[in-house]
């Protein structure tokens, strides 16, 4: 299925509410979905894959990182909540590499990486043991695979001057899988839109009889 970016992250956004997220944190979830479609046309697979961790657990708990950065409050970290913390605290948190516990869809985190960039020269990447990004404001890169979970993150600061690779240096023999060049429309696969939609159901009130009363012209036609 072919959406707008729009449509698409509409239709994040109610999915989100649907495993629970509160309406703040679901504004942001469907604006980092977005935005990563835009610089990785494969994104949809990764934020279907946090949707079905989080459907599965406690909505009334959420991955906020603790104090020291390395852990969440019920074991795995949210991206999205860890990167709404790294918009509020700013980009200086970035100076020195932040090490992250197990953390949901590493992925998600490049569009609030993205964000801390600014018009300067600085670079980030962001790396796990499946996958990496470099991100700078003209291009954003991404390595590896798909990861719905993650042991472990780490976000480095960088120079655009210097050569990205040596501190991917671990990704050896991976290929690049999307270019940085911002996608205008995102492809979903059918099962991903169902999915998703599955999801947005649950945000939905039910049908009762007396809405299905009123349901309808009824006697009355206007045409």
């Known amino acids: 299925m072919n959406l707008s970016l729009d449509e698409y992250r509409a239709l994040v956004a109610k999915a989100f509410r649907g495993v629970g997220y509160p309406w703040g944190l679901t504004e942001d979830a469907s604006w980092a979905a977005r935005r990563l479609a835009e610089l990785d046309g494969s994104s949809p697979a990764a934020v279907v894959g946090l949707l079905d961790q989080l459907a599965s657990r406690d909505s009334d708990v959420l991955g906020m990182p603790e104090a020291d950065w390395t852990s969440a409050n019920?074991?795995?970290?949210?991206?999205?909540?860890?990167?709404?913390?790294?918009?509020?605290?700013?980009?200086?948190?970035?100076?020195?590499?932040?090490?992250?516990?197990?953390?949901?869809?590493?992925?998600?985190?490049?569009?609030?990486?993205?964000?801390?960039?600014?018009?300067?020269?600085?670079?980030?990447?962001?790396?796990?043991?499946?996958?990496?990004?470099?991100?700078?404001?003209?291009?954003?890169?991404?390595?590896?695979?798909?990861?719905?979970?993650?042991?472990?993150?780490?976000?480095?600061?960088?120079?655009?001057?210097?050569?990205?690779?040596?501190?991917?240096?671990?990704?050896?023999g991976r290929s690049p899988c999307v270019s940085g060049q911002s996608n205008n429309r995102v492809i979903l696969d059918i099962p991903l839109v169902q999915r998703l939609e599955q999801l947005a159901h649950r945000t939905y009130a039910p049908a009762t009889d007396a809405s299905r009363a009123g349901a309808g012209a009824g006697t009355t036609d206007n045409d």
């Open 74 to 172: 019920e074991g795995v970290l949210c991206p999205v909540c860890v990167g709404t913390s790294l918009l509020d605290r700013g980009v200086s948190d970035l100076d020195n590499p932040l090490s992250l516990g197990r953390t949901f869809t590493p992925e998600l985190l490049v569009p609030f990486v993205f964000e801390l960039l600014g018009s300067g020269t600085a670079s980030f990447v962001v790396e796990w043991p499946e996958g990496a990004s470099h991100i700078t404001a003209q291009n954003t890169v991404f390595y590896g695979d798909i990861t719905t979970m993650t042991d472990s993150v780490t976000i480095t600061r960088a120079t655009q001057s210097e050569d990205h690779g040596r501190h991917l240096s671990g990704l050896a």
